[in-house]
């Protein structure tokens, strides 16, 4: 009897603390101001909890054509970037943010050097040979987060998160951030819609 009634027990336990968990997308659509393309904008959430291992994936940064590729890189903390230089001629790749300082200096085409992004923020590329050359890595916190397609649609993935209060954040190099409460409290999937202003952007965490 004891036994038939532990067993019914656990299978209540696990139904609520499954019930805890949204299982479902966070999607929508940004309206950016004065941006002929809507894509590129990173849309996440804060107050989620944060990666719990390091990432097993590199990723990469390429130099071809006297530009990045891509223009916005988002990448977990700890991330491993590669940056290749694919190009006919050498490039000097660095970064003066306070996320992540360095310096390749000059590197001809075929070579490629590695960086290790520790902690969370706004990168900033720039090419000490070619001043048109700029890009962004963004380090982020938790895996909440999706970049707007070029109609600026979005879709985070925001299976077995816990249901609560969270913030969804935006960035973009040319617009000004926004910052929205969120009460998810359903394991259903929420669509909205966030217009966003011309201006300049800040910071990812504070």
Same mark, same amino acid.
């Given at each position: 009897?004891? %036994?038939?009634?532990?067993?019914?027990?656990?299978?209540?336990?696990?139904?609520?603390?499954?019930?805890?968990?949204?299982?479902?997308?966070?999607?929508?659509?940004?309206?950016?101001?004065?941006?002929?393309?809507?894509?590129?904008?990173?849309?996440?959430?804060?107050?989620?909890?944060?990666?719990?291992?390091?990432?097993? %994936?590199?990723?990469?940064?390429?130099?071809?054509?006297?530009?990045?590729?891509?223009?916005?890189?988002?990448?977990?903390?700890?991330?491993?970037?590669?940056?290749?230089?694919?190009?006919?001629?050498?490039?000097?790749?660095?970064?003066?943010?306070?996320? &992540?300082?360095?310096?390749?200096?000059?590197?001809?085409?075929?070579?490629?050097?590695?960086?290790?992004?520790?902690?969370?923020?706004?990168?900033?590329?720039?090419?000490?040979?070619?001043?048109?050359?700029?890009?962004?890595?963004?380090?982020?916190?938790?895996?909440?987060?999706?970049?707007?397609?070029?109609?600026?649609?979005?879709?985070?993935?925001?299976?077995?998160?816990?249901?609560?209060?969270?913030?969804?954040?935006?960035?973009?190099? &040319?617009?000004?951030?926004?910052?929205?409460?969120?009460?998810?409290?359903?394991?259903?999937?929420?669509?909205?819609?966030?217009?966003?202003?011309?201006?300049?952007?800040?910071?990812?965490?504070?």
């Amino acid at each position: 009897m004891n %036994n038939k009634f532990l067993f019914i027990f656990t299978i209540v336990l696990c139904c609520m603390s499954t019930s805890l968990a949204i299982a479902a997308d966070l999607s929508g659509k940004v309206s950016p101001q004065g941006l002929r393309k809507a894509d590129n904008i990173l849309v996440y959430l804060t107050k989620t909890p944060d990666f719990s291992r390091p990432p097993q %994936n590199e990723f990469v940064m390429d130099q071809n054509n006297l530009t990045f590729l891509p223009h916005v890189l988002v990448i977990p903390r700890n991330g491993i970037v590669s940056f290749p230089n694919s190009d006919k001629v050498a490039h000097n790749v660095f970064s003066l943010s306070r996320t &992540k300082k360095f310096n390749f200096g000059s590197y001809k085409p075929g070579q490629s050097h590695k960086v290790t992004f520790d902690k969370p923020g706004i990168v900033e590329l720039r090419c000490d040979v070619h001043a048109e050359m700029i890009a962004y890595i963004l380090v982020m916190k938790s895996p909440y987060y999706a970049l707007t397609d070029k109609k600026g649609y979005f879709k985070i993935d925001i299976t077995d998160l816990d249901t609560g209060k969270y913030y969804l954040k935006t960035w973009h190099e &040319k617009l000004k951030n926004r910052k929205i409460a969120l009460d998810l409290t359903q394991a259903e999937s929420k669509s909205m819609t966030i217009k966003l202003k011309r201006g300049a952007p800040g910071v990812l965490y504070k």
